[in-house]
């Protein structure tokens, strides 16, 4: 493995650190105060910041470094993360991003607002300090102090002072421990810390390096020879040291172990030493009642004792859900956290147990490429096992050999393989709603407006092709209901809104698609105002009558804007077309409605896969078509008292006292010359685009069947009307019908001349 | 001529004969992936004539070339006695349907002659040379020219 490919790596590692350090800034904006989540949230920074310094990307380390230490402000609730401190840092997590980018790809990053947001993030860790004591673990000390320290501030002034000190002293003098404190550190570690080609006797060693120290381990928890786990861990030390360095470089020294054990450190005085000592047969961590008289640092320490027990805890719940051996190997006292830490899992909201298992699940990376071959794979045993059933059908007229049996058992496991197949390439749609929320913050700073995200369903599960197409049209819609949607503050006030717009943004499944709505609580559309643009620019006539819902939909119109001044964010016209079009090339859809003084939801309805599809096989002429499900409303047999001529060549059929346009399915694809009689076939209802509702004509039904999409195009070209081709169980080939194609085609637009602009474009 | 009939028969003197009516024509061996029996395709809207339709290839769908109607003959009527050559080229894997495969030849470039001068659609587009083989006359196509693909891109 080369260097580019460990780099390659860590920029992966990068860009799940920072998702997970937005989600967490998110969380806290939210109001979420546990301490869990802002260590998540420094544990992302720092894990960035680790991994920049070996590969010595200065402008990363030092941006992460100043965000870091802030960060621990934080999270030693010296800083109150309000919505305040709370901006700075999403800002800092987009220069973050950034930085990460020009890392990688090259390129620049505003120097300027870099600065600027180091200026910041250095105010607020030096702005509001508590009169606390040793609490303060920062990992690397702070380039300026972060915090006047009361209880042990000589001892931290030294800290940057040669000292020299004897190995004479070993077993506490009393004069001495006046002047350098003594630290308790229980250092428990777990497997991972060797996995990871770490060793606790370096780490012991460089411990040895800040002072004297006695070191006593513990190896009571070490298992008869049988049961010995040989890569398990099962010693822990219990060290005492006196340093005058302080807390922090004590800390400093397992900083890049601190995930993988149980580190305690905690200052004592000569007369809790004696508790102390007792500490290693205790599962508690630390007897709180021997610091009571030293009022503050007490307190301070509580805390950091809880923030270490939240920690440990954490650890514990990916202890208890990762591997029992794990569990094993933990001792007693993070069995005992971990009984605590699943109880308070289960307690905890469900979003916040998600996060912790989708912490913890081990994941692999692969090649999309080796995914989608084996789906290719899956899709041809697919095909050639419906083709062998139905030869064993036709073959064996009672039906009930073993070979049927074994048959319909091969069917079941290929199905379920497919399925299987299929749920590797889907993903959470979260990372596209993270990339939205950095959409939304910045086009709220141009615009002046203040917005609020609001995501929901981020879990939803999607195939990734679908995903990485989304961003796109997504990022559009969302600009727009920033930019068009909401109003300004005072506006907003005014109408007797609250001052903040907010933008909702939801997934959810819905009848085996993907329901993705994005609503604003802003103005609504204009229609008056729609209307006139579009009567200007000649997509209607003066006197159309058109209902509410075809105003709207005429946004989707090529070349519509009715942004007042064309700004750089939107309103150039190039924009709800092109979404529209990039939602149908998905296979989706998409719906406008719109209340005036209310807002506009936009709902977009994609399919959970695009390699597999739900569809009616139908005869049409002679041939075999398959009509995706999703299309489809209801089927009719037409009577012949429901149709009617209108005009010399259209036929309306009236369906429940309304009318509704018939399409002959075989005219249009020029499978037969004449047009067919309806009352011969069936009509399947379907709902195109702009809301309309058609009738295609067909001779016959054969029935409902997934069926795998085949591209026409990778062979053959795109064909007008025809969606793309798929393999039926006889071994033919079968088209996938485009119904809004022929819908539109059957408005009075060719399909050839669709064709002929498709290739012109 | 000579210097293109040589190019295109680069790294590949290997040539497979195919018959359609009474005349014969081949293509270069290193672009035929293989030969299959006619089985029924399904017909394409919109399509030109020469296509007749698309075929499962063991997967991939596969669209049939009528060489006949391609080369400016009549249109073939397929039986189960005519043969589907697949052929790649570009890519795109195509099949040519003929009415059977006639030869496997191995030739030098000299062997190839340049196409006469004469006036006719077919000519230009798909003859890059003519071979005399123990007295018989067989042309040699350019697939590319086959392909319906390769049109659209043109135009």
Known sequence: MDMNEIKEIFFQECEEQLAELESGLLRLNDGDRDPETVNAVFRAVHSIKGGAGAFGLDDLVSFAHVFETTLDCVRSNKLEPNQEVLKVMLKSADVLADLTNVARDGGSVDQARSKQLIRELEALANGSPLPTASAAPAPVPAAKPAAPVAAAPAANDQGFMPVAFSFDEFGGDESDSADQPTYEVVFKPKSDLYTKGNEATLLLRDLSRLGEMSIHCDMSNLPPLEELDPEAAYFWWKISIKTDKGEDAVRSVFEFAEWDCDLEVSEVGDESAVVASDLPMQPVPFDLSALDDEGDASAAMAEEQENLASAQRDEAVAAAETASNVLQMAGNASRAASESAKNAAAAAAQNNAQQASSAVAPTIRVDLDRVDRLINLVGELVINQAMLSQSVIENDNNGTSSINMGLEELQQLTREIQDSVMAIRAQPVKPVFQRMARTVREIADITGKSVRLVTEGENTEVDKTVIDKLAEPLTHMIRNAVDHGLEMPEKRLAAGKSAEGTVKLTAKHRSGRIVIELSDDGAGINRTKVRQKAIDNDLITADANLSDEEIDNLIFHAGFSTADKVSDLSGRGVGMDVVKRSIQALGGRINISSKPGHGSTFTMSLPLTLAVLDGMVVTVAGQTLVVPLTAIVETLQPEAAAIHSFGATQRLISIRNSFCPLVDVGRILNFRSTQANPVEGVALLVESEGGGQRALMVDAIQGQRQVVIKSLEANYTHVPGIAAATILGDGRVALILDVDSVVSASRGHSLQLEASLAAAG | ?155
């Open chain 2, 1 to 155: 001529m000579t210097d293109l009939a040589q190019n295109l028969t680069h790294g590949g003197r290997e040539l497979i004969a195919f018959r359609i009516g009474d005349q014969e024509f081949c293509v270069n061996v290193m672009s035929v992936r293989e030969i299959r029996g006619w089985t029924p395709v399904t017909p394409m809207p919109h399509a030109p004539s020469y296509v007749l339709g698309v075929l499962n290839l063991r997967g991939a769908v596969l669209p049939i070339i009528d060489m006949s109607a391609r080369l400016g003959m009549k249109p073939a009527e397929p039986t189960v006695r005519h043969v589907i050559i697949v052929t790649q080229a570009r890519n795109r894997v195509v099949g040519l349907l003929v009415e059977a495969v006639s030869d496997i030849l191995t030739i030098k470039d000299e062997n190839i002659q340049p196409t006469p001068d004469v006036s006719s659609e077919f000519e230009r587009t798909f003859a890059r040379g003519i071979l005399a083989i123990e007295g018989r006359m067989i042309c040699l196509i350019e697939l590319d020219a086959v392909f319906p693909h390769s049109e659209s891109e043109a135009a």
